[in-house]
């Protein structure tokens, strides 16, 4: 059993920042894969930042500049750094991650979501 638990989401104003945390625990042999996406209301689940294990982050080109995404491997714990916040950032924040268990299973796993709200 794997599970990934998000925190840090909220209310805050345009221009201003959050930090989001994910833990991922269980039964885990590895992680490969693991990042943020984000889904705001009508709108299809996108892609916000993933940094696989050993590489370079790849981030979506409407967060590039202000968000940070940085891994802790051995706390199985991801970061996401949000800087000069927009309204359009409003959404809920997914935590995911690849993750291969003790029992040799691979999957992508997924937090239950926090909600980030940028608005004065």
């Known amino acids: 059993q794997v599970q990934l638990v998000e925190s840090g989401g909220g209310l805050v104003q345009p221009g201003g920042s959050l930090r989001l945390s994910c833990v991922a625990s269980?039964?885990?042999?590895?992680?490969?894969?693991m990042g943020w996406y984000r889904q705001a209301p009508g709108k299809e689940r996108e892609l916000v930042a993933t940094?696989?294990?050993?590489?370079?982050?790849n981030y979506a080109d409407s967060v590039k500049g202000r968000f940070t995404s940085s891994r802790d491997n051995p706390k199985n714990t991801v970061h996401l750094h949000m800087n000069f916040l927009k309204p359009e950032d409003t959404a809920v924040y997914y935590c995911?991650?690849?993750?291969?268990?003790?029992?040799?299973?691979?999957?992508?796993?997924w937090g239950q979501g926090t909600q980030v709200t940028v608005s004065s």
């Open positions: 995911s991650a690849t993750i291969v268990t003790t029992r040799g299973w691979k999957s992508d796993y």
């Open positions: 269980g039964s885990i042999f590895r992680i490969d894969a």
């Open positions: 940094t696989p294990s050993g590489g370079s982050t």
